[in-house]
């Protein structure tokens, strides 16, 4: 996927169109309750995952590709996804977290080992603030500004063919500033539709992240939404031999509980 000039362009535009992950897309409504409005979204995001990553510094990086209906498969332990929300008028506080290990078959970095296996520790938290730009009843837009952090572990254990057997781990925590917006449109009979765009990195560094979600929700009480919808993150960081070049993508389903 490029990363130019003319990928941040369109993302520019999709902002704009869409407004602005995953959870977040469940925008509180009644901005004009005076008092704080809360609201905690668990979901679980079916992702696969496609991409690059590297563990030794002297090889060429390995080669992963799972879908989204095969990830369960390749969860090896805890896994949580959970969103949250503060509202105080039209100001507010977002924040969303993922943790999940994953273990997969990769490319092996070079003739001279018989077969690869990556096993990754992946956590990331974005945590925004948000300011509603505009809100009626046909319409609400939030723009937010804030840090996506990510700290990812890779272990790539290689089978021996010419060479004898090896194994290496690496790992590293970094800090990407993300800008988005995002968009709920209110539809007949309890439905809405969410948008939610941001980007971030913007080649600092050699960083580079943006995502995009869209979907639909239902209001079953003023304390409880369910949402569904699909999900694509994409995110490159490199330092030293440490390499996570990849872009998760799948459908998504969440409920909200408002307080």
Do not use: C
């Not at 332990?77 to 924040?95: I, K, Q, S």
């Not at 840090?147 to 194994?167: C, E, K, M, T, W």
């Not at 970094?174 to 009979?189: I, K, S, Y």
Request: charged share 15%; aromatic share 14%; net charge negative.
């Amino acid at each position: 996927m490029s990363r130019t000039l003319t990928t941040t362009g369109t993302l520019v535009a999709l902002l704009a169109m869409l407004g602005v992950p995953n959870a977040w897309a469940q925008a509180l409504d009644d901005s004009n309750v005076p008092g704080w409005r809360f609201s905690v979204t668990p979901y679980f995001w079916m992702a696969g995952i496609k991409g690059d990553v590297g563990a030794y510094s002297n090889l060429p990086p390995s080669s992963i590709d799972v879908g989204f209906s095969d990830i369960f498969n390749h969860l090896d332990g805890p896994t949580a996804f959970v969103a949250g929300e503060a509202w105080n008028g039209r100001f507010g506080l977002l924040a969303d977290v993922q943790y999940l290990t994953i273990k997969a078959d990769a490319s092996t970095p070079g003739p001279l080992y018989g077969s690869a296996t990556l096993r990754q520790w992946n956590f990331n938290s974005t945590i925004a603030g948000a300011y509603r730009v505009y809100d009626s009843p046909a319409v609400s837009v939030d723009a937010l500004v804030g840090s996506r952090i990510f700290h990812v572990d890779n272990q790539i254990d290689l089978s021996g063919a010419i060479l004898p057997p090896r194994s290496s781990s690496i790992g590293d925590t970094w800090a990407t500033a993300v800008a988005g917006a995002r968009l709920t449109v209110p539809l007949p009979n309890g439905f809405f539709f969410n948008g939610y765009a941001d980007v971030g990195g913007f080649g600092i560094s050699s960083d580079w992240t943006w995502q995009i979600y869209g979907g639909i929700g239902y209001r079953f009480k003023s304390w409880l939404s369910a949402y569904a919808g699909y999900r694509y993150l994409d995110v490159r960081h490199r330092n030293g031999g440490f390499l996570y070049d990849v872009s998760q993508e799948g459908p998504l389903l969440s409920v909200r509980f408002s307080f």
